[in-house]
């Protein structure tokens, strides 16, 4: 069996839940050609992942389309015919299922707005998390879907030994990182003030140094919340890919984050985290459930309109509700739940390396 996924998720997080699929299906299905037709930030999270046999990374089928369609048509002979052409949870745009058709496949399969143009048509379940969305398409291939996954992230031996010379003027204490941004909408995000309260505190109370992640367009401001955070903390916002990133937050000792891409990765390396949760969806869609190295502060018995499923938010009552007192206090518990230690770091770096 050949196979093909279509993943064009710009988002870091989706391209994050949609993993799980592929661990599961190597598991029990070890002698399937597993390819995926990708681009952009879910090229990058799929690049070095072990359960896949190949990532064939094209111009984003969406924002370049007429480069896509002359790519497909130069690679149409290399990449053969497929038994089945599978979309997930996050790729159901009418023009991406279109123009995927230049990809030669017998079946199409999964989800799609019009349940014309795919053979199989799954409808999404606002009862189950992303990823649950996701593991369902296992069914339409006659896989079991089991039961919950975490989402995964691996990297080259190159990315492992690039985040630790990034650490090593950090010296061997202890380091909390911190992701204060999000692609989102207002809803994800919490307030600079408190944010640089927090490093603060947790600087004097720890010892820790601060270190502020993000994407090219955060490079100002994380660069301005690390300088108003003082001594000991440092911006490496703009300079990491994905796998990159999430080498480097395997050698942190704590991650605090709001609802975002870097959530998601730290979720998936193992970093115990502090998460800041809007309440905009139910926190099964997004979050973690019953995992101890993810605490997660949410207030939804806060704020009347909790789950509100807004894209956007101008007032933010429930992020406003998160204080900073409960954040230290939180970050602090998660310190002594899972102390910092080399040997833990060097574990977590090591277990994502796909050396394949």
């Not at 991406?96 to 048509?121: E, K, N, Q, T």
């Not at 730290?266 to 139910?282: F, I, K, M, R």
């Not at 704020?303 to 992020?319: N, S």
Request: with cysteine; aromatic share 8%; glycine share 8%.
């Amino acid at each position: 069996m050949r196979l093909l996924f279509i993943h064009y998720e710009t988002p870091l997080g989706t391209a994050m839940h949609a993993t799980p699929v592929f661990a599961r299906l190597r598991a029990a299905r070890p002698d399937w050609e597993v390819h995926v037709a990708s681009a952009g930030m879910a090229g990058d999270v799929l690049g070095s992942n072990p359960h896949i046999d190949r990532v064939w990374h094209t111009p984003h089928i969406l924002k370049e389309s007429g480069a896509f369609a002359r790519w497909a048509l130069r690679h149409r002979r290399e990449m053969g015919r497929y038994d089945a052409a599978i979309y997930n949870a996050d790729n159901q745009r009418t023009r991406l299922g279109l123009l995927s058709r230049l990809f030669s496949a017998r079946r199409r399969a999964g989800y799609a707005i019009h349940p014309f143009m795919v053979r199989d048509h799954l409808r999404y379940d606002n009862s189950l998390s992303l990823i649950q969305n996701n593991l369902r398409l296992l069914g339409l291939l006659g896989v079991p879907t089991g039961g919950p996954a975490d989402p995964e992230i691996w990297y080259r031996q190159a990315d492992a030994e690039a985040a630790l010379a990034m650490r090593a003027p950090l010296g061997d204490g202890p380091v909390i990182g911190f992701f204060t941004a999000t692609s989102g909408g207002p809803p994800n995000q919490w307030y600079d003030d408190r944010f640089i309260a927090v490093g603060k505190e947790l600087r004097r109370r720890t010892g820790a140094r601060l270190v502020f992640f993000g994407g090219p367009k955060d490079i100002e401001h994380a660069a301005l919340l690390a300088k108003a955070c003082g001594e000991g903390a440092t911006s490496l916002a703009g300079r990491t890919s994905a796998q990159r990133l999430a080498a480097f937050c395997t050698l942190c000792d704590l991650i605090v984050t709001v609802d975002t891409g870097g959530m998601h990765v730290a979720w998936a390396v193992g970093t115990p985290s502090v998460v800041l949760g809007n309440a905009a969806n139910p926190v099964y869609v997004w979050q973690p459930l019953a995992n101890p190295k993810v605490r997660i502060i949410r207030k939804d018995d806060k704020v009347p309109c909790a789950i509100c499923r807004k894209p956007t938010c101008l007032t933010r009552e429930c992020m406003d509700e998160i204080k900073t007192d409960e954040v230290i206090a939180t970050a602090l518990e998660q310190f002594a739940a899972f102390p910092p230690d080399a040997a833990a770091r060097a574990t977590r770096l090591g277990r994502w390396v796909n050396v394949g």
